[in-house]
C-alpha cells in the first residue's frame, strides 16, 4: 500500500529546530552509534528518513524520540552534518506539540515570543491577583500569621486546585499519546493485562531514568536525576508541608533541611545546564531552541526567589518576602501552569509513558507469529 | 634438411631468476635436446660480456638459431636480435623463452618452477627452427589523419593532431560542429557553460591551418591497409552531392552516441505524459532560459530518474555513466532557478566516482533534495493522477532506504 511523500514537513520540523536533515544520506553510522538503536528502533536514522520522506502519521505514532536521551554521538559521528541528534530533540518538541488537543503548543513552539507573551501575560495576571487578595485579607509587613499577607491555606487550596487542572490536562494529552502509538495501531492487540504487568515501569522510570543512565556518558544523567530530584522534593514540601515550611518563626528542621537540598539541586543544576549551553560545550548544548531557553530561565528564578523569600524572612525582612513571595508565585504559576501540560515540561509524563508503551507493544508484538512480525514491529501508518 | 645448430642461454638475471629457477638444470636440460650444439647459464645475458658470448659463440660454432630463456622479449629481444646481426646471421632467428615474469616472479617453489623453466625453454627451442629469416622493410606512411564525427571529441582529437603537427580531415555529418555536448546548457559537476567550451573548440578548429572541415558529410569508402588508407567522402549540400577523396595514414572513430529511445520505457510515460521529458528536452528548455511544463505553468514538484535504459535486464545492463552527475546538476539547476520546488532524485545507486563528484552529491542534498532509492529491477511507475489528487502525476516507488 503506497505512502504519499509529504515534502513540506520538513519545512515546519525546521520551526522546531530541525536543521540540514536532507544531509542525511543514510549511511547509518548514526544508528551504529547510538546505545539505544536496537530492533524494533532504529535510532535515529528511521526517524530522520521518515521526516525526509516527510511521513507524518507514521512520525506521529513513532515512539523512536522519546527513546533517545541526545547524548550527541549520532550528531559527532555524522560525516554530512545532518544534526541528527537535534532533529531527534525537535521531533520530541513536535510531538509534544501533537500530543496536545489544544493547540495551544503548537502556538508555542512555533513562535518562542508568543510563548514569553504567554507567561509574562500571566505571571502579571497572577501578581495582581495575589496582590489585590493579600491587600484585601492581610497587611503586607506580616508574613507569618496572624493577619499574614498570603494566607498558607488558600495558598494550599490554590495549589490543589491547579495541579488538579494541570493533571487533567496533561491526562488528556496522554490518552492522546496512547492513541498515537497504540490505540490506533491496527496490526497489534494489546491485552489488557501487559498493560498491569507492565506498570510498575511507570513509577521505576518517572523516579530513576534509568534508561538514560544507559549513555556512554553518564553526567548528564546524574545532572537530570539531581535536578527532578530536587523539584520532586520541592514540589512534595509544597503540596503537602506549606505550613511547616512557612509556619511561623520557628524553624522545623525537619522540614526545612530538604528545602535547603532541594534548593542546592536545583540552583546547581540549572546553573550547570545554563552555562552548557551558552558554552555549548556538549553536544545537547550546541542547539538551543526558545522553549529550552525559557524552561531554564523560569526554573532558575523560581528557585532563586524561593530560597531569597525564605532568607528575608528569616532575616526579619517580612515586607520584603512579601514582595519576593508574590514575585515567587508570579513566576511558578505560570511556569506550571503552562509549561506541565503545553510545552517542556510534559516530558515528565511523556518519557516514561514512552518506556511503558514499548514494552507493553513489545508483549502484543510477541504474541504475533514470527511470520506476521516484520510488518507490526514498528507503528505502521493507519489509513 | 639444413642442419639447425642452436645456441641456449638461460639467463639468472642476477637473482630474479636464479632465486627460484636452477639455471644450472635447465642449461643442462637444454644441452641435452637434438640440435642443441651450446647450452649455458650466465648471470646477465643482456649485459655486454653476455652478448658478446653469444656473438663468440654464433661465430665460432657456427650457429645459425639461437634461445635466449630469460626475461619477458618485450625487454630484450631488440637487445639479441642485434647481437645476432652484429655476429652476421638474420636477427630473427632469435626465440625468447621467458622465464622470469612468467615463471621466477609468479611462482614460489624452486621445484615446480624450474620444471616450468624446461618446459617453456623447450618449447621456445622447437620454435626457433621454424624461424624464417625475415627482412625489414620500411614502407612509406601517409601522416595524415581522417577525423569521423565533429563533436567534442573528435575537435579535440583534430586539435591534438594538428597541433602535433600533422594534416587533418575532420568529416562531420551534420551542417555544424559540435555534436551532443552543443545541446546541452552546463556541465556537470562545476556547473560550467557547455556552450563557451564548444565555441572555443569550434573557432580553433575552423581556425587552425591543418584542418580540413567537412560538414554535411559522411564516410563513403575507406579502403587501403594501416598507414596508408585512401578515404572517400560524400558531401550532401543544396540537393547535390559531391565527392571528394583524399589519403590518410590513421582514422579516428569519433561518431558519438545517440540517446535512448525513452517511450520504450512504458512504464514511465514518456510520449504519453505530457510532462514526462527526457535529459535533452529538458536541456533544450535550460537553454532557452526557462523551465515550465507543457502548459506553460512552472512546477512545484520535479521528479528525477536516474538509469533510464540502463542497468536493466530488460534494456542494456551497462551503467550510464553519466546519468547521476546529470541528475544532480538538474536538481541544482531546478532549485536555482525555482527555489521553492519540490525536488526528488529516484536513484539505483549514486555513482560519483569523479573528481568534485562526491561533493557535487552533498551540495545536492544541501540544495534540500530528496533522495530516494529504488532497486535496480524494480523500478518506479510514473502513472496520471487521480481526479482527488492535487496533483498532475503520481510516481510509486519502492523506497529502499
Known sequence: ?????????????????????????????????????????????????????????????????????????????????????????????????????????????????????????????????????????????????????????????????????????????????????????????????????????????????????????????????????????????????????????????????????????????????????????????????????????????????????????????????????????????PMLGLEVPFSKWSHLAYRPLAQYFAAVRAEAVARVPQKARAAVATPPVVG | ?????????????????????????????????????????????????????IITDIQEHALNRVVVAACSPRMHEPTFRKALETAGINPYFVEMANIREQCSWVHDDPRVATEKARALTLGAIRRVVRHQPLERRYVDMCPDVLVIGGGICGMTAALELADGGSRVYLVEREPTLGGNVARVDLTAPYLNSARDLVTALVTRVEEHPRIEVLVRSQVAALEGFVGNFKVTVETVWEGSASLSHFNVGNVVVATGYKEFDASRVTYYGYGKLPNVITSFDFEKMLKAGRIQTKEGKIPQYVAIIHCVGSRSKEFHGYCSRVCCMTALKYAHEVKSAIPNCYVSDLYIDMHAFGKGHEDFYRRGSEAKTLFLMYGKNDHPVIRKAGPNDDCEMLIEVNERL
Open chain 1, 1 to 333: 500500500m503506497a505512502i504519499r511523500v509529504n515534502p513540506k514537513l520538513i519545512e515546519e520540523l525546521e520551526i522546531y529546530g530541525a536543521e540540514d536533515v536532507q544531509n542525511c544520506y543514510h549511511c547509518g553510522n548514526c544508528s551504529a552509534m547510538c546505545p539505544f538503536s536496537e530492533e524494533p528502533y532504529i535510532l535515529p536514522r528511521r526517524a530522520m528518513r521518515n521526516l525526509q520522506m516527510g511521513l507524518e502519521k507514521k512520525l506521529e505514532s513513532s515512539l523512536d524520540p522519546w527513546l533517545c536521551y541526545y547524548c550527541g554521538q549520532c550528531t559527532e559521528s555524522c560525516p554530512r552534518g545532518a544534526e541528527p541528534g537535534e532533529t531527534m530533540m525537535s521531533l520530541r518538541r513536535w510531538l509534544t506539540s501533537r500530543y496536545d488537543f489544544t493547540g495551544i503548543s503548537r502556538l508555542f513552539y512555533r513562535s518562542g515570543k508568543f510563548e514569553l507573551a504567554m507567561v509574562i501575560g500571566a505571571a502579571i495576571l497572577t501578581g495582581l491577583a495575589f496582590v489585590l487578595w493579600g491587600i484585601s485579607r492581610g497587611s503586607i509587613h506580616n508574613y507569618d500569621p496572624p493577619n499574614e499577607f498570603l494566607a498558607r491555606p488558600t495558598i494550599h487550596i490554590f495549589d490543589w486546585a491547579l495541579a488538579g487542572v494541570l493533571l487533567v490536562l496533561l491526562l488528556s494529552n496522554c490518552t492522546r499519546m496512547w492513541w498515537f502509538t497504540i490505540g490506533r495501531d491496527r496490526s497489534i492487540r494489546v491485552p489488557w493485562t501487559a498493560y498491569l504487568r507492565k506498570l510498575y515501569l511507570l513509577p521505576l522510570h518517572f523516579l530513576t531514568q534509568k534508561r538514560y543512565a544507559k549513555c556512554e556518558r553518564k553526567r548528564p544523567w546524574l545532572i537530570h536525576l539531581i535536578l527532578m530530584i530536587s523539584y520532586l522534593i520541592m514540589l512534595v514540601l509544597i503540596m503537602f508541608f506549606l505550613r511547616e515550611m512557612q509556619g511561623g518563626p520557628a524553624i522545623d528542621w525537619r522540614v526545612h533541611i530538604f528545602g535547603y537540598i532541594a534548593t542546592v539541586g536545583l540552583l546547581g543544576t540549572t546553573i550547570f545546564a545554563l552555562r552548557g549551553r551558552f558554552k555549548k560545550s556538549e553536544p545537547q548544548y550546541a542547539h538551543s531552541h526558545e522553549t529550552d531557553w525559557l524552561f531554564l530561565v523560569l526554573l532558575i528564578l523560581g528557585a532563586f526567589t524561593g530560597i531569597l523569600q525564605h532568607m528575608l524572612h528569616r532575616t526579619g525582612l517580612d515586607v520584603a518576602a512579601n514582595i519576593t513571595y508574590i514575585v515567587h508565585l508570579m513566576i511558578v504559576v
Open chain 2, 1 to 53: 634438411m639444413e642442419e639447425y645448430r642452436i645456441g641456449v642461454y638461460v639467463c639468472n638475471c642476477g637473482t630474479n631468476i636464479a632465486k627460484v629457477v636452477d639455471c644450472e638444470a635447465v642449461a643442462q636440460f637444454a644441452a641435452e635436446q637434438p640440435g642443441v650444439v651450446v647450452a649455458k647459464s650466465y648471470k646477465y645475458m643482456c649485459s655486454n660480456p653476455g652478448q658478446e658470448m
